[in-house]
């Protein structure tokens, strides 16, 4: 099992968070809360509002997500959902538990809050130029008052 941290349209409650639980597409395990050691951009571009963490640590704010525990159908899955590794790029990146949901079983160590975790996060380095001068968020909700509607890809 791998852990994903999640910002943007997988997170609970987001336009594509039935396919973190979709079965078909592998296993999903909501972990808890966290958000970023370091301060990242994270910002809503092109024409189909998508959410973007652009990989400038030290720039920005601390993210704010979910911690997934996934299986690797489900990651290959996540890896092709964000076109990595061209859209988006899956790195490792420490995350601060801020709420801790998940279990400790089958020798996974519990993570208390405070504790930092290395997650697996798709943020881009291949991104225009223009969107560092876009305004940062510390959190994505897709109809937050920032008013850029996400596009579905069914709809695009």
């Not at 160590?109 to 130029?129: H, I, M």
């Amino acid at each position: 099992m791998a852990r994903v941290f999640v910002y943007g349209t997988l997170k609970k409650g987001q336009p594509n968070y039935k396919h973190m639980i979709n079965t078909a597409k592998g296993l999903a395990k909501f972990q808890g809360r966290g958000r970023t050691v370091e301060k990242y951009p994270l910002v809503i571009a092109g024409k189909y509002n998508i959410p973007y963490m652009l990989n400038i640590p030290g720039t920005g704010h601390h993210v704010n997500g979910e911690i997934y525990s996934v299986d690797e159908q489900m990651l290959q899955f996540l890896d092709e959902f964000e076109g990595c590794p061209d859209m988006y790029q899956r790195t490792l990146m420490r995350i601060q538990v801020v709420e801790w949901e998940g279990k400790g079983g089958t020798g996974e160590a519990r993570a208390a809050a405070d504790s930092v975790l290395e997650c697996f996060v798709y943020s881009t380095a291949t991104y225009p130029a223009e969107w560092v001068g876009l305004p940062y968020y510390d959190s994505y909700d897709s109809s937050g008052k920032h008013g850029l509607t996400y596009v579905l890809r069914e709809s695009r």
